[in-house]
């Protein structure tokens, strides 16, 4: 079965730096999706961004960008020039054949002006 | 585009009576979830549905009942409900390979 690990329960920044939150996980499959998923406090949950398997290159979408490790079973997300919006938690999950998503615990960001 | 919608966003209820959360996708996509998440806690699938009549039980699916007589609504109801059934409620559907997420039904079950 498919695990996801976060290792990190909590993070904090200085606003306008780096900051970068771990995942790892665990599959046979090679041909699968990962996601990083924010939930703020109004508990909705959005989409931050998301990596094909199959893909080499590592996805970004302006400020956030992943590092896809496949071999090492690694998906760290990188969040450039941190604002005060990004605080949340973030969620790292693993998408199986059936569409399903496979969930890490979440790493709490806290943003500090 | 609506996307996914879900109603009520809240809803205050009492223990034992019967609740219906609604749930709507605009996509036509064949796949939606129902996950509860309790707070301090991340989303766990309660039931998930592979096409309208094909339902099936995720993780913690007791005390809870789905239909799916069209493609685009999944409706989830607490028969009875308890208060450990007190939750935020979110509902998924998929897009691009990727799963959307609706807004949340908060429940509170007294």
């Known amino acids: 079965a498919q695990t996801v690990t976060q290792s990190q329960p909590e993070m904090s920044v200085q606003e306008a730096e780096t900051v970068t939150l771990s995942c790892t996980y665990d599959?046979?499959?090679?041909?699968?999706?990962l996601f990083w998923y924010k939930q703020p406090p109004s508990r909705q949950m959005i989409l931050v961004i998301r990596?094909?398997?199959?893909k080499q290159q590592n996805a970004t979408e302006n400020r956030f960008s992943v590092n896809f490790q496949k071999a090492a079973k690694s998906f760290s997300l990188k969040i450039s020039d941190s604002q005060l919006g990004d605080a949340a938690m973030y969620f790292c999950a693993y998408m199986d054949s059936n569409y399903q998503l496979i969930w890490g615990a979440g790493t709490k960001l806290i943003i500090k002006p | 585009d609506a996307g996914i919608t879900q109603s009520p966003r809240y809803k205050i209820t009492e223990t034992g009576r019967q609740v219906t959360l609604m749930c709507h996708q605009t996509w036509s996509h064949s796949y939606m979830f129902w996950y509860r998440q309790d707070l301090g806690h991340g989303l766990r699938l309660i039931y998930y549905?592979?096409?309208?009549?094909?339902?099936d039980k995720g993780e913690v699916p007791d005390g809870y009942v789905v239909s799916r007589s069209k493609t685009e609504n999944f409706p989830l109801t607490l028969e009875s409900a308890t208060r450990s059934q007190t939750s935020v409620y979110f509902c998924?559907?998929?897009?691009?390979?990727?799963?959307?997420f609706g807004p949340g039904t908060r429940l509170t079950v007294l």
């Open positions: 998924a559907s998929i897009r691009g390979d990727t799963q959307y």
């Open positions: 549905s592979a096409a309208a009549d094909i339902t």
């Open positions: 599959t046979s499959e090679s041909d699968y999706y």
């Open positions: 990596q094909e398997a199959y």
